[in-house]
């Protein structure tokens, strides 16, 4: 797997796919806007309003994938038992990588980039979540230094733009809770980035292991084949 090519990929999939993924970001905005206003009327619920936050973010992602997918050549099997198995996958992965960021930074991390191809799996592949996360774990199996080059490259991109705004904000005098509202916001932009990412590494996958299903390719080798 070249990182350059990987790149290259990437950015023309956010390119030409960025005028439907912001049209699906207007879809969600009026929930986005309901969860900023329940920060502001219940700023103690914490743990209430991060699985409101959860929940959506789950969503969004969904919608984005299932976007993406069919965009790129790619069936996607939206359903609504797809979806619930979908935000249960989510779910999965974000209480583990939180888990992990909670021990020590760089564990979460690298759960996080191993189970990066779960969301395109569950839609695609219909894995289930515990099958979603194995078969993602192993997709890059062999490239490991390169793929994560690439997702620290992606990722650290997207983390620096973010501190890069926030550092700006502050000097010109903007407002604290202006500032923290915008970092917020900057999740769900993050959350289009996370989208394409998933999407491109998976075609990469495929490319990579010249197979038509990462599935194919795991019962293959746990064959022998």
């Given at each position: 797997?070249?990182?350059?090519?990987?790149?290259?990929?990437?950015?023309?999939?956010?390119?030409?796919?960025?005028?439907?993924?912001?049209?699906?970001?207007?879809?969600?905005?009026?929930?986005?806007?309901?969860?900023?206003?329940?920060?502001?009327?219940?700023?103690?619920?914490?743990?209430?309003?991060?699985?409101?936050?959860?929940?959506?973010?789950?969503?969004?992602?969904?919608?984005?994938?299932?976007?993406?997918?069919?965009?790129?050549?790619?069936?996607?099997?939206?359903?609504?038992?797809?979806?619930?198995?979908?935000?249960?996958a989510?779910?999965?992965?974000s209480?583990?990588?939180?888990?992990?960021?909670?021990?020590?930074?760089?564990?979460?991390?690298?759960?996080?980039?191993?189970?990066?191809?779960?969301?395109?799996?569950?839609?695609?592949?219909?894995?289930?979540?515990?099958?979603?996360?194995g078969?993602?774990?192993?997709a890059?199996?062999?490239?490991?230094?390169?793929?994560?080059?690439?997702?620290?490259?992606?990722?650290?991109?997207?983390?620096l733009?973010?501190?890069?705004?926030?550092?700006?904000?502050?000097?010109?005098?903007?407002?604290?809770?202006?500032?923290?509202?915008?970092s917020?916001?900057?999740?769900w932009?993050?959350?289009?980035?996370?989208?394409?990412?998933?999407?491109?590494?998976?075609?990469?996958?495929?490319?990579?292991?010249?197979?038509?299903?990462?599935?194919?390719?795991y019962?293959?080798?746990?064959?022998?084949?």
């Open positions: 797997m070249e990182v350059v090519a990987s790149l290259r990929d990437f950015f023309r999939m956010l390119s030409d796919g960025l005028s439907g993924l912001l049209a699906r970001f207007l879809i969600i905005l009026p929930f986005i806007v309901l969860l900023e206003v329940g920060r502001y009327y219940f700023p103690g619920n914490h743990y209430g309003l991060a699985a409101v936050e959860l929940i959506i973010s789950s969503v969004f992602l969904l919608i984005l994938v299932h976007y993406l997918l069919v965009a790129s050549g790619i069936q996607s099997h939206l359903s609504f038992g797809r979806c619930i198995t979908f935000i249960f989510y779910t999965l992965v209480l583990i990588a939180s888990f992990g960021f909670l021990l020590f930074f760089i564990p979460g991390l690298l759960i996080m980039a191993a189970s990066v191809l779960v969301p395109v799996l569950v839609l695609s592949e219909r894995a289930g979540p515990i099958e979603a996360v078969n993602s774990v192993v890059f199996k062999g490239t490991y230094p390169k793929f994560f080059l690439l997702i620290i490259i992606l990722w650290g991109s997207a983390f733009g973010g501190i890069a705004l926030g550092f700006v904000l502050t000097k010109l005098g903007v407002d604290d809770d202006v500032v923290e509202t915008v917020r916001s900057l999740e932009i993050g959350c289009m980035f996370n989208a394409v990412i998933c999407v491109s590494l998976y075609q990469k996958a495929l490319m990579y292991r010249g197979v038509e299903s990462l599935a194919q390719w019962e293959s080798q746990r064959s022998g084949g």
